[in-house]
């Protein structure tokens, strides 16, 4: 089966850097993809991973590691309106996207 | 703008009461998907199709129904709804399998 482990929370302070870790058990995926909800909102496509290494878009960046089954999203220059839920998500194959528990970022002023 | 919409946002239904949720896109995308999100819980894929072909995930339940009629819309029937159905649904698209999910606002059902 597959699973995926991120930290249920989170708090830092606007303007501040912030990673979200997850980890993961698979026996193999396509990538590794990360999505923005917000309280009473759909998921949002942030960011995905196919290859090892860093993707940068914006404020937000997000690392893939396959060796070490690890990932991270990594948001820059935190602003109020970032505080939301985070999940990482894999996609095993055919196509179904495999949720963590996602994470919930509290920004503070 | 292209998007995905869902109808209505608010549903509440009886206990038992057939309901229907309504899903539909302009992205023109092969796949839809349909997910199941309780409170403080992570999506969940109750199925999707890829064009007209039906994938069920293993455990959703039976009550749990979908339908196609063509590429722009997508239907959820939950045909006697529990107490435990209550939940967001969320629809998504994509334009192949593996490729990016673009997801609509969701309908809360809420079961009485």
């Keep these: 089966g597959q699973s995926l482990e991120q930290p249920s929370e989170v708090t830092a302070v606007e303007g501040a850097i912030v990673q979200i870790n997850c980890t993961y058990q698979t026996s193999g995926f396509y990538g590794l993809s990360w999505y923005q909800q917000h309280d009473g909102g759909a998921p949002t496509f942030l960011s995905y991973n196919a290859l090892d290494g860093l993707e940068e878009t914006g404020r937000f960046s997000s690392f893939l590691s396959r060796s070490d089954s690890y990932g991270y999203l990594l948001l820059q220059e935190l602003q109020m309106k970032d505080s939301a839920s985070y999940f990482c998500a894999v996609q095993p194959s055919g196509g179904k996207l495999i949720f963590g528990q996602g994470t919930e970022l509290s920004v503070k002023p | ?112």
């Excluded at chain 2, 039906?54 to 239907?75: L, M, V, W, Y």
């Excluded at chain 2, 998504?92 to 079961?111: C, D, H, I």
């Design chain 2, 1 to 112: 703008d292209a998007m995905v919409i869902q109808n209505p946002r608010y549903q509440v239904t009886q206990f038992g009461k057939p309901v229907t949720l309504s899903c539909s896109q302009t992205l023109n995308h092969n796949v839809m998907y349909w997910y199941q999100q309780k409170s403080s819980q992570a999506p969940k894929l109750l199925f999707h199709y890829y064009d007209k072909d039906f994938n069920n995930e293993a455990d959703t339940p039976d009550n749990f129904q979908s339908r196609r009629p063509n590429t722009s819309f997508c239907f959820l029937d939950i045909r006697s709804p529990g107490l435990g159905d209550a939940a967001m649904y969320l629809c998504a698209t994509s334009r192949e399998l593996n490729n990016e999910q673009f997801f609509g606002p969701g309908t809360r059902l809420t079961v009485l």
